[in-house]
């Protein structure tokens, strides 16, 4: 089955530090780019990094950039965000998404998502 | 940066009708690089339409996208019950990419 599978989500106070993860399966994992998007509770999506098939190009928004890092191990089909110095703001449901290649920045295939929540 | 407003906020309508989804952006999206996105209440976004009028795979006829420059529609030319759910529009063209407008909920009247 083609899915994605989020976890690592949970309740971490302010400045603490989560890793989410999102395991892949169904498709050939390394052909395509990954992304996370968020959505803060009863609000909108939210695009935060993206990561090319070979982890050759990176990208993030500018309301992360310097705290969190995505990266992605193509042999365990997998793709991470590490998170720091977390936010009140950063509470959101975590969406890992598959683009429709590499970089077309579109998403065809979403997981579930896992939710976090920054509050001391 | 572009920004994608969407309008209306909200589209109360009843099955069998057509539904008129609005995207504008503050820029021209570059090479209709726009997409939809349908989500409904405690589901992940599904992936209607990219390069503003061409379906992804396994979406209904009933739902086509049309538009260029600012400008873009989402039409559902008749609403089954299963399409009642929030629409976002997303625009991929430019930097920075990713950037999705706030969304419209298509409601029953």
């Known amino acids: 089955e083609v899915q994605l599978v989020e976890s690592g989500g949970g309740l971490v106070q302010p400045g603490r530090s989560l890793r989410l993860s999102c395991a892949a399966s169904?498709?050939?994992?390394?052909?395509?780019?990954m992304h996370w998007v968020r959505q803060a509770p009863g609000k909108g999506l939210e695009w935060v990094s993206g990561i090319s098939w070979n982890s050759g190009s990176i990208g993030y928004a500018d309301s992360v950039k310097g705290r969190f890092t995505i990266s992605r191990d193509n042999a365990k089909n997998s793709l991470y965000l590490q998170m720091n110095s977390l936010r009140a703001e950063d509470t959101a449901l975590y969406y890992c998404a598959k683009d429709n290649g590499d970089f077309y920045w579109y998403f065809d295939l979403w997981g579930r998502g896992t939710l976090v929540t920054v509050s001391s | 940066e572009i920004v994608l407003t969407q309008s209306p906020g909200t589209l109360s309508l009843s099955p069998g009708e057509r539904a008129t989804l609005s995207c504008r952006a503050s820029q021209s999206v570059s090479s209709s690089y726009l997409a939809w996105y349908q989500q409904k209440p405690g589901q992940a976004p599904r992936l209607l339409i990219y390069g503003a009028s061409s379906r992804a795979t396994g979406i209904p006829d009933r739902f086509s996208g049309s538009g260029s420059g600012t400008d873009f529609t989402l039409t559902i030319s008749r609403l089954e019950p299963e399409d009642f759910a929030v629409y976002y529009c997303?625009?991929?063209?430019?930097?920075?990419?990713?950037?999705f407008g706030q969304g419209t909920k298509v409601e029953i009247k």
């Open positions: 997303q625009q991929y063209g430019s930097s920075p990419p990713g950037t």
């Open positions: 169904g498709f050939t994992f390394d052909d395509y780019a």
